[in-house]
């Protein structure tokens, strides 16, 4: 495959941007254009000493400023939130300056959030170093914080100036937060690309590899999805709710095993579940559930939720956003390539997909 840098816009009229694609890109100069002179790099404590340098390397006439918060998702937090608010305060940052998120979707969704409230909004710019981030978190301008009470229930929809993408970035990640970006790649898939989804069929050997050619693909490809519905749909009223495929009973998976399952294993699981429920209705053909499952499987994601009781399951799912007027309502995949976003209130077909796919020993792969 070709090795090249890829570009593409995510179209929002005025506040439109670029999404930069490609392997080593962290070594160019400039890594964005007209960036201002005060910059705030905002890094956690695994990925600053792994890639600040690189970055700073770039940014020489620049004056640089760097917050580092700790790693985890803890730390998208009120507290840091403060801190990183001192530190442009500290520093002189006036409104013309700009944050540089970089990291995975943790750094992304605080920096974000810093950057749309100091001084009511300064310039955004993403580097994002996990896959998931790359995909998914950096595209489309939600950025949180969390709060004891719940997950980002504390944000603002805004969006970057540019997004910057080094898939080299990936080599150091750990193999189950890449397996994790790759559930959502494959959402993207389902959702929106039946040929997406045959390429990734046939490409998993590469992606399995971090193959940087295919890789730089299958980002791109990703990002291009999402950044179209974003752009029908910025503040998900419609078709961004597809985007949480898989995510209403992933959440649930998450709620009661948090501490051994992590996110994109939970929605692989939950998108097994969605594909089941549709097969049972007699809406997704039986070799359309079996890619499905094969291509996880390949993906080294888990295809099998945890069991626990059907009233456990509802308690968690009632949380999940997508419920209006009491009924929860389901993005369900219709084949490869296409899905609806539908009410479902038969507790008893809901029960027969998660019974079906749920496995006494079934936990997070590694
Ligand atoms: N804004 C959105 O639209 C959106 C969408 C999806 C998820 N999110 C948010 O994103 C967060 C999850 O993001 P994540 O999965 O990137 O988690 P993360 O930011 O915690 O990163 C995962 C782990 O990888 C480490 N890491 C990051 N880059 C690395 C690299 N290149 N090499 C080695 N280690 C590296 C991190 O330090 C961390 O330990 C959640 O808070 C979630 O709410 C936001
Ligand atoms: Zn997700």
Redesign the pocket.
Known sequence: MQETTQQIIVGLDERSYPIDIGAGLLARTPLFDNLPKQLLIVT?T??GP??EAQVRAQLFAHDVVTHTID???GA?SLDNFGAIIDTLIAHNFNRDCAIIAL???????LAGFVAATYQRGVNFYQIP??L??QV??SV?G???INHPGG??LVGAFYQPQGVLIDTQ??S???DR?YA?GLAEVVKYGIIADADFFAWLEAHQHNLNQRDSAALTYAIRRSCEIKAEVVAADEREQSVRALLNLGHTFGHAIEAAHYESWK?GEAVAAGTMIAATLMHQLGELTATELTRIETLLNGLKLPVRAPKMPLERWQTFMQRDKKVKGGTLRFVLPTAIGAACLRPISDWQAIGAAIAAMSHADARSPL
Not at 103 to 109: A, P, Q
């Open positions: 956690n695994v990925v792994l890639y790693d985890g998702e998208k990291g995975g979707g943790v750094v992304g969704d170093t996990t998931l981030a998914d978190s489309g939600k950025t949180a997950k980002n970035c990936l150091t990640l750990n937060d994790c996110h």
